[in-house]
T-cell receptor, first 115, second 112 residues
Framework: GAVVSQHPSRVICKSGTSVKIECRSL??????MFWYRQFPKQSLMLMAT?????????EQGVEKDKFLINHASLTLSTLTVTSAHPEDSSFYIC???????????FGPGTRLLVL | QKEVEQDPGPLSVPEGAIVSLNCTYS??????FMWYRQYSRKGPELLMY????GNKEDGRFTAQVDKSSKYISLFIRDSQPSDSATYLC????????????FGQGTRLTINP
């Protein structure tokens, strides 16, 4: 399987601050990456599809101005939670998909706690 | 009705038992099927990936797909305490933006 890293693994911040989460594909170049969030005891919810060199595609109900996605290279996508509030506290997970397969490989996740 | 239905459990079985995890789906256009294992506070790990009806075996794990019944299963033989995790089924349409549709996940505990 593919190796995907995320940084940081855990972050605690004050309400109103912005937090940037990095997702790196270590095994191959990924033109497409995905960002999910997961609340306790729930399944993964797709937030957006990150496309290298173009604007991300956001799912319905996800605020694009609040969750900024930048896919500047074929191995790196970033998710910035702007003006974070306690309700943004969640587990954020990215995934990558090899072009030759239809499956996705997930990163280890980033736990965000907004105080 | 959800596109993918999965019993959230929890499911608790003794060590060594055979575990059966299942998902049903409503959209016959789903063509690719996956099972992920997720340990607490970790990202999902791909266990099995298949696109055809029938069985696929990998070690102690067997994935079964029945497209005519829109039903997929994951069997775990000789279950171990280290298999305790949440198991998520996921599937994808043959066309489109490669979006995965997940089941709710089943929490499994293997008791020593």
């Amino acid at each position: 399987g593919a190796v995907v890293s995320q940084h940081p693994s855990r972050v605690i911040c004050k309400s109103g601050t912005s937090v940037k989460i990095e997702c790196r594909s270590l095994d191959f170049q990924a033109t497409t990456m995905f960002w999910y969030r997961q609340f306790p005891k729930q399944s993964l919810m797709l937030m957006a599809t990150s496309n290298e060199g173009s604007k991300a595609t956001y799912e319905q109900g996800v605020e694009k101005d609040k969750f900024l996605i930048n896919h500047a290279s074929l191995t790196l996508s970033t998710l910035t939670v702007t003006s974070a509030h306690p309700e943004d506290s969640s587990f954020y997970i990215c995934s990558v998909t090899p072009g030759s397969q239809e499956t996705q490989y997930f990163g280890p996740g980033t736990r965000l706690l907004v105080l | 009705q959800k596109e993918v239905e999965q019993d959230p459990g929890p499911l608790s079985v003794p060590e060594g038992a055979i575990v059966s995890l299942n998902c049903t789906y409503s959209n016959s256009a789903f063509q690719y099927f996956m099972w992920y294992r997720q340990y607490s506070r970790k990202g999902p790990e791909l266990l099995m990936y298949t696109y055809s009806s029938g069985n696929k075996e990998d070690g102690r794990f067997t994935a079964q797909v029945d497209k005519s019944s829109k039903y997929i299963s994951l069997f775990i033989r000789d279950s171990q305490p280290s298999d305790s995790a949440t198991y998520l089924c996921a599937m994808i349409l043959i066309q489109g933006a490669q979006k995965l549709v997940f089941g709710q996940g089943t929490r499994l505990t293997i008791n020593p």
